[in-house]
């Protein structure tokens, strides 16, 4: 299998992401090469990043009863399923058992106006899920019970905050400015007191409604142009963020404190700066939202340029980083996968390909399969535990969650 080799970039001048930063970074950056991915293709073996497999049916009940489960997350032993229809986060115990909902929707303390698929974060200190509702952050017990709530600074209650977190003993709110396509990270404490922010060289100007496009990246209107705003999610005590230009992977540490972790190089592929749209589809960039990162591996969801379709059947849109190795290999399809899933080839326990949508804390790795669609392939796979499963399955089923414990 051919792989490419990450390459090392000395650095010995001031790095410029949207303005030059002052933080301190390494002498050597790593570069992440997607520039001629398709010609080291290959397969990679589940058994190479993880040591178990489990399938786990959410129950289902009237309260319960999920639309869909394109997202879930799992954190502190429990999933947490968006419910699309409801407009609401439901939580599951680790066997699969319904806890409940997490809050609920009004504008009463511990209340939420409105939440999106990205609106949930997570306390890492206690493992409590924190709900973000445009001014304000809501922290719940693992039982949905309210725990406290945060607003936004006074400040920036003017603007339409894109994401809040929480970050060591604070929180970090991504603001944007569409205008100019910039923005903005605020750090504030639990009273709405600014500590920091980041980049200091310039101002806001207000936001506009936020929607999501097919891709699953974050997108904002002006006038009649679409901005892609930076994507933003957790590893460890850190918060990552990957930049609008899908270029550069930077993280925030518990204080604040900056470092650039990659460069992330598409070679003559690469996005033009303020693309048209027939540009961007004609483009080489990572659909940054579906970036998921463990301890030895960043998983990558890639875009290819239009003209790639014709391709799609003998290569996925999927890539695996091996930190260790810095190595980035593009996922092969086989002809039995390309019917079904694509992902990392289940040598486990020969069931379903496997693709993380998220990764804990604890490093379990979990995607979600809808019930028919569970029952169907565990004909196609020869994995006990899956026909097993699928037995106790019927069309009105919740999803199955796939739980992959990583090495």
């Given at each position: 299998?051919?792989k490419y080799?990450?390459?090392?970039l000395?650095?010995?001048?001031?790095?410029?992401l949207t303005?030059?930063?002052?933080?301190?970074?390494?002498n050597e950056l790593?570069v992440?090469?997607?520039e001629g991915?398709?010609?080291g293709?290959?397969?990679?073996?589940?058994?190479?990043?993880?040591?178990?497999?489990k399938?786990i049916?959410?129950?289902?009940n009237?309260y319960?009863l999920?639309d869909?489960?394109?997202?879930?997350v799992?954190?502190?032993?429990n999933f947490?399923?968006?419910?699309?229809?409801?407009?609401?986060y439901?939580?599951?115990?680790?066997?699969?058992?319904?806890?409940?909902?997490?809050g609920?929707k009004?504008?009463a303390?511990?209340?939420?106006?409105?939440?999106?698929?990205?609106?949930?974060s997570?306390?890492?200190?206690?493992g409590?899920?924190?709900?973000?509702?445009y001014n304000?952050?809501i922290e719940?017990d693992?039982?949905g019970k309210?725990?406290?709530e945060?607003?936004?600074?006074?400040?920036?209650?003017?603007?339409t905050s894109?994401?809040?977190?929480?970050?060591?003993?604070?929180?970090?709110a991504?603001?944007?400015?569409?205008?100019?396509n910039?923005?903005k990270?605020?750090?504030?404490?639990?009273?709405?007191?600014?500590?920091?922010?980041y980049?200091k060289?310039?101002?806001?100007?207000?936001?506009?409604?936020?929607?999501?496009?097919?891709?699953g990246?974050?997108?904002?209107?002006?006038?009649?142009?679409?901005m892609?705003?930076?994507?933003?999610?957790n590893?460890?005590?850190?918060?990552?963020?990957?930049?609008?230009?899908?270029?550069?992977?930077?993280?925030?540490?518990?204080?604040f404190?900056?470092?650039?972790?990659?460069?992330?190089?598409?070679?003559k592929?690469k996005?033009?700066?303020y693309?048209t749209?027939?540009?961007?589809?004609?483009?080489?960039?990572i659909n940054?939202?579906?970036?998921?990162e463990s301890?030895?591996?960043?998983f990558?969801?890639?875009h290819f340029?239009?003209?790639?379709?014709?391709?799609?059947?003998s290569?996925?849109?999927?890539?695996?980083?091996?930190?260790?190795?810095?190595?980035?290999?593009?996922?092969?399809n086989?002809?039995?996968?390309?019917?079904?899933?694509?992902?990392?080839r289940?040598?486990?326990?020969?069931?379903i390909p496997?693709?993380?949508?998220?990764?804990?804390?604890d490093?379990?790795?979990?995607?979600?399969?809808?019930?028919?669609?569970?029952i169907e392939?565990s004909?196609?796979?020869?994995s006990p535990?899956?026909?097993?499963?699928?037995?106790?399955l019927?069309?009105?089923s919740n999803?199955?969650?796939v739980?992959?414990k990583?090495?």
């Amino acid at each position: 299998m051919r792989k490419y080799l990450s390459r090392v970039l000395t650095i010995v001048i001031c790095i410029s992401l949207t303005s030059c930063i002052s933080e301190k970074i390494s002498n050597e950056l790593e570069v992440i090469s997607f520039e001629g991915i398709r010609d080291g293709a290959g397969f990679v073996n589940l058994s190479e990043v993880a040591s178990s497999v489990k399938y786990i049916p959410l129950e289902t009940n009237d309260y319960s009863l999920l639309d869909n489960a394109p997202r879930p997350v799992m954190e502190s032993g429990n999933f947490y399923i968006f419910s699309g229809k409801e407009s609401c986060y439901k939580a599951f115990s680790g066997d699969g058992k319904f806890i409940g909902r997490i809050g609920r929707k009004g504008r009463a303390t511990g209340e939420y106006v409105h939440l999106q698929p990205f609106s949930l974060s997570f306390n890492f200190k206690n493992g409590n899920p924190l709900l973000h509702s445009y001014n304000k952050i809501i922290e719940y017990d693992n039982d949905g019970k309210l725990v406290k709530e945060v607003l936004a600074p006074d400040t920036l209650k003017s603007y339409t905050s894109l994401k809040t977190m929480k970050l060591g003993k604070n929180y970090l709110a991504l603001y944007g400015n569409l205008s100019k396509n910039r923005y903005k990270f605020f750090y504030f404490d639990s009273q709405g007191r600014i500590i920091d922010e980041y980049p200091k060289s310039y101002e806001l100007s207000p936001v506009k409604q936020i929607r999501g496009d097919a891709d699953g990246e974050e997108e904002v209107m002006v006038g009649f142009k679409v901005m892609i705003t930076p994507s933003v999610y957790n590893y460890k005590d850190y918060i990552k963020v990957i930049t609008e230009t899908n270029d550069t992977i930077f993280s925030f540490g518990p204080q604040f404190e900056r470092h650039i972790d990659y460069i992330l190089d598409y070679g003559k592929e690469k996005t033009p700066d303020y693309p048209t749209d027939t540009e961007r589809e004609n483009s080489l960039y990572i659909n940054s939202r579906f970036t998921c990162e463990s301890d030895n591996f960043i998983f990558f969801r890639i875009h290819f340029p239009a003209t790639d379709q014709r391709n799609i059947s003998s290569y996925t849109n999927l890539a695996i980083y091996s930190k260790e190795k810095k190595e980035l290999t593009l996922l092969k399809n086989s002809e039995a996968d390309f019917r079904s899933l694509t992902g990392l080839r289940n040598d486990i326990d020969n069931g379903i390909p496997f693709w993380p949508s998220y990764i804990s804390k604890d490093g379990e790795m979990i995607m979600s399969i809808p019930a028919l669609n569970f029952i169907e392939l565990s004909k196609e796979y020869d994995s006990p535990e899956m026909k097993k499963i699928a037995a106790t399955l019927n069309e009105n089923s919740n999803p199955v969650m796939v739980v992959v414990k990583l090495k």
